[in-house]
Every structure is written in structure tokens, then in C-alpha cells.
């Protein structure tokens, strides 16, 4: 079992449509990170989190640490919101790499 | 601010031939990492620097990758001899602070990637 797991591997919505994409984790954790990749290009980091909630425009992350759980949710979303969302957890050493959800929004 | 630099982007080898890599992370950065992400998976660590001393490089697998970062700042990683699996994109991030301390976990940057094809 991967310590962390994403779900769901792939999703296709609709322009306007509100996205949740999950990431649970096994390990014991510092801090969270959601990175974005576009197709072709590099990882940008979207948030990082160690607790609660963060907003940023029509990106909003959650965290629970009691129940080892993160969401990434993204409102009125836009073909440019296309891309993979990675969630990666640092475990006190190193980082650990969920395997991605593949986002693509259709106009 | 100037991002993390790699180079090359691209690079087409055959089996058993040699490649390197280079990165130079945000100015003041102590972490750099080097990650590979073979198509369709999340990135994988291969080795963490703290300046430059290896911090972690237990997944980096040493009888054919090196990388080192003699001067605490720029760094090179070398895959020789290259086989087909190496085939991935070769990512290299830096953070401010050493992410192995609970109160410092510092912002993640990454370069744009380095695209290994093995043929």
C-alpha cells in the first residue's frame, strides 16, 4: 500500500463545475504540500499545509490531521485548471509523492 | 526572483551511454532534491542536500546514478551507463530551510525538468 493515495486517479468536468481531488496518508506528517503540473512543464506548489484551511483565489485546501486526510478543492473551475495535482506529505525526513489526479476541464 | 535552472530539457541517449544533468537552485537555498518522474507516476526521490552534504540518498541507485553539489549550490546528477528504464524527467526543487525540521517545512520550487529518453 502506497503511504500516500490519491483519489481519483482521473477527472473530467464540466467549465464551472466545483472539483474535490482527496489525498490520504499513512504516515505521520509535518506538513502537507498540493502541486500543481501542467502537461509538459514543471511542478508549481499550490499550498502547503501543517493544519486547517487555506484559500487562494478558487483554490481551497483542507486538512485533517486526526483522520490522515487532505482535499483540494477548486470552484468554478476553467479549462486551465487542467492538469495534475499531486499531493505530497513530508514525513519529519522526506517528502512522499502521491501518484497524481489527472484534471481536465471541458468548455 | 529567478526560479530553480536546469538543463538540458531534452536529451535522447542510447543504452549504456552517459548523461548529465544540472540545476541550479533559488539563490540562498540550503535543500536541494533531485527527483525522477516516470511517465504516469508521482515524482520519486533519488537524493536530498542540505548545502552540500547528503541528506537522504537511499533511493538514488548507486551503482549507475551520482550527484553531487560541491560548492552548496548548483549540482549535477550523472546516470552511466544509462538503461531504458532511466526514461523518465528528472526534476530538481530547492527550499529555503531543511525540511527535517518539525517547524521549518519550507516552500518547495521546482525547475521545469529535464526529459530522459533511452532508446
Known amino acids: 500500500k502506497n503511504e500516500v493515495e490519491q483519489s481519483p486517479q482521473n477527472l473530467t468536468a464540466q467549465e464551472g463545475e466545483f472539483i474535490t481531488i482527496n489525498c490520504s496518508y499513512s504516515v505521520g506528517i509535518s506538513a502537507l504540500h498540493w502541486l500543481q503540473q501542467h502537461p509538459g512543464g514543471g511542478i508549481v506548489s499550490l499550498f502547503m499545509l501543517s493544519s486547517g484551511k487555506k484559500k487562494h483565489g478558487r483554490l481551497i485546501a483542507t486538512i485533517n490531521i486526526q483522520e490522515k486526510h487532505s482535499s483540494l478543492h477548486i470552484t468554478a473551475s476553467h479549462p486551465r485548471d487542467s492538469a495534475v495535482y499531486i499531493c505530497a506529505v513530508h514525513d519529519g525526513n522526506k517528502l512522499v509523492f502521491g501518484a497524481g489526479t489527472i484534471l481536465r476541464v471541458k468548455s | 526572483e529567478a526560479g530553480v535552472a536546469q538543463s538540458p530539457r531534452y536529451k535522447i541517449i542510447e543504452k549504456r551511454q552517459s548523461v548529465a544533468f544540472w540545476c541550479n537552485p533559488i539563490s540562498g537555498h540550503a535543500t536541494l532534491y533531485w527527483y525522477q518522474q516516470i511517465l504516469g507516476q508521482g515524482p520519486k526521490l533519488l537524493i536530498q542536500?542540505?548545502?552540500?552534504?547528503?541528506?537522504?540518498d537511499s533511493q538514488l541507485p548507486k551503482d549507475r546514478f551520482s550527484a553531487e553539489r560541491l560548492k552548496g549550490v548548483d549540482s549535477t546528477l550523472k546516470i552511466q551507463p544509462a538503461k531504458l528504464e532511466d526514461s523518465a524527467v528528472y526534476l530538481c526543487a530547492s527550499s529555503l530551510v531543511y525540511l527535517g525540521q518539525i517547524s521549518n517545512t519550507g516552500e518547495l520550487f521546482f525547475g521545469e525538468g529535464s526529459r530522459l529518453t533511452v532508446l
Open positions: 542536500f542540505q548545502n552540500n552534504g547528503v541528506v537522504d
